[in-house]
């Protein structure tokens, strides 16, 4: 038979659909916490998928400890229904089917910090102003919620950086987290008594001076070859997803989340000639401080877990195996311009006069 997107052309992965091997049953709902405005919608969806769904619903420890919600006699009831779960403590990645996010980009930034693995799919929704990472407006939450629970709706899957920080010991030993080690998995203990830590990066690995007034210097390596110095205030590291945050700030371009790729974007190179550059999603990046670097640099991964890069200390950064499925309101490519207009304001000018049609 002829083919949907007539001949010649590549499978789209904005075709890509939401498929359920089982109806979903646990869902966990992540809200930003301090924010009075979420309380009566994260009320309304959790009472509507407790009891209209008959769904499992998880939700962190402190976000029931809110004085508004322990105040509220109304919810009482519910509320002995939630599980509940505390960051860096229980480890519930493997109980989780269904994802949903009430507010802001930075709850879909938490989401995939709590998956080291594998990532459920992630239904987001915005109160506000709308998100690069969060689609869904929370009207008609009950209606968009049943589409997707039937499977009726398109997915991307957002590429994440499998980061791993290799450290020199230092003298006293870094206490050891309880059950969890925060957010990250700790790697083996290395020759000569290294210790690593890996994490899953959903926007980008930031390595910059830090406090220091000297700029950074630090070496960045491609599948073993030393590519380049980076001499300036430093070097983003960043996914598809993160081309349109911190780097999009820095001069990258904006990168639509279903293109295999890893940027990389210097900021504030001391050379005119440091173009951002993307490269193949396949390929290993090490990041060192270089053997003349006068002072350390710091490294943070997603906004979090910042920490100093010293002499003898690496950052290898390779393409996740596991990318993290967030739904479409729409489809990949229209979802992504509309945030684009809307949270960028993209290109928007005002129209050039057109001549007038010359008078005979």
């Known amino acids: 038979g002829s083919h949907p997107h007539g001949p010649g052309h590549i499978q789209d992965p904005a075709s890509q659909r939401l498929t359920w091997n089982k109806s979903p049953k646990s869902v966990l709902v992540i809200k930003k916490i301090r924010d009075a405005s979420l309380l009566q919608p994260f009320k309304e969806l959790c009472m509507y998928l407790m009891e209209e769904n008959g769904m499992i619903v998880y939700v962190e420890k402190k976000v029931l400890e809110d004085p508004a919600i322990v105040s509220d006699d109304n919810f009482g009831p519910v509320k002995k229904k939630f599980c509940t779960f505390r960051e860096d403590y229980d480890d519930i990645s493997n109980q989780i089917d269904f994802i949903i996010c009430l507010g802001g980009d930075g709850t879909l930034l938490y989401a995939s910090s709590l ?49 791993r920080v290799v450290k020199e010991p230092r003298g006293k030993k870094l206490a050891e987290h309880n059950g969890l080690s925060e957010n990250g998995l700790p790697g083996p203990p290395l020759e000569g008594g290294k210790q690593a830590m890996q994490y899953q990066v959903l926007n980008e690995v930031v390595i910059d001076r830090g406090p220091s007034s000297y700029l950074s210097n630090v070496d960045v390596y491609l599948d073993g070859h030393l590519i380049t110095t980076v001499q300036g205030d430093g070097v983003i590291v960043s996914t598809p997803t993160g081309s349109t945050a911190y780097a999009a700030a820095a001069g990258a371009s904006m990168i639509h989340p279903n293109v295999p790729a890893i940027m990389i974007t210097p900021i504030c190179p001391h050379s005119l000639s440091f173009r951002p550059i993307v490269v193949p999603a396949g390929v290993e990046l090490k990041i060192m401080l270089s053997p003349e670097a006068r002072n350390t640099a710091w490294v943070s991964l997603d906004g979090r877990k910042r920490q100093e890069i010293r002499h003898g200390d690496s950052i290898t950064i390779t393409t996740s195996c596991y990318p993290l499925p967030s739904i479409c309101v729409r489809d990949p490519v229209s979802d992504w311009f509309e945030s684009l207009a809307q949270c960028l304001h993209w290109n928007v000018r005002k129209k050039q006069a057109h001549f007038e049609e010359e008078e005979e």
Not at 122 to 130: I, P, T, W, Y
Not at 136 to 141: D, L, R
Not at 143 to 154: D, F, H, K, P, R
């Open 115 to 163: 998956f080291q693995g594998s990532v459920p799919p992630v239904m987001a929704f915005h109160l506000g102003s709308l998100g690069f990472l969060t689609p869904f407006t929370f009207e008609s939450f009950q209606s968009q919620l049943t589409q997707v629970i039937e499977g009726n709706a398109a997915v991307v899957l957002r590429s994440r950086l499998k980061v």
